[in-house]
Nanobody, 124 residues
Framework: QVQLVESGGGLVQAGGSLRLSCAAS????????MAWFRQAPGKDREFVAT????????YYADSVKGRFTISRDNAKNTVYLQMNSLNHEDTAVYYC?????????????????WGKGTLVTVSS
C-alpha cells in the first residue's frame, strides 16, 4: 500500500512563498508520475502540477504557471511544490498524488493514490 504524506502547509501573507513536500512509501517511487491538486473552500478539486517519473518534464495549470515549481528527488522518495507570489486565490488544501503519466490528459496523470492533504492559507 502506498502512503503519501504532505507537509509544509501553513499561513503565509500574500506575495510570500511556501514549499510543500510529499514523502512517499510503499512503492518504487521513481516508477510513477507525481502531481499536486488543490481544493479551495466551496470549490471543486483542481489540478495544479504534474512531474514525470524521472523529473524531466513538468506540467502546470495556467493559474500557477510561472509562480509554482514542481520537482522531485527520487533518492529521497519526495516530491516538492515551490509556491511563490502567493495570493488569496491559492488558499486551499493541497493534495499529493501518485499515478501513471498520461500525455494526452489535461492533468497528465491517472491518479492511483492520494495523500490526506495539507492546508495553505494566504492572508491578504
Amino acid at each position: 500500500q502506498v502512503q503519501l504524506v504532505e507537509s509544509g502547509g501553513g499561513l503565509v501573507q500574500a506575495g510570500g512563498s511556501l514549499r510543500l513536500s510529499c514523502a512517499a512509501s510503499g512503492r518504487t517511487f521513481s516508477s510513477g508520475a507525481m502531481a499536486w491538486f488543490r481544493q479551495a473552500p466551496g470549490k471543486d478539486r483542481e489540478f495544479v502540477a504534474t512531474v514525470t517519473a524521472i523529473g524531466t518534464n513538468a506540467y502546470y495549470a495556467d493559474s500557477v504557471k510561472g509562480r509554482f515549481t514542481i520537482s522531485r528527488d527520487n533518492a529521497k522518495n519526495t516530491v516538492y511544490l515551490q509556491m511563490n507570489s502567493l495570493n488569496h486565490e491559492d488558499t486551499a488544501v493541497y493534495y499529493c498524488t501518485m499515478g501513471r503519466f498520461i500525455r494526452s490528459s489535461s492533468t497528465h496523470i491517472d491518479v492511483d493514490y492520494w495523500g490526506k492533504g495539507t492546508l495553505v492559507t494566504v492572508s491578504s
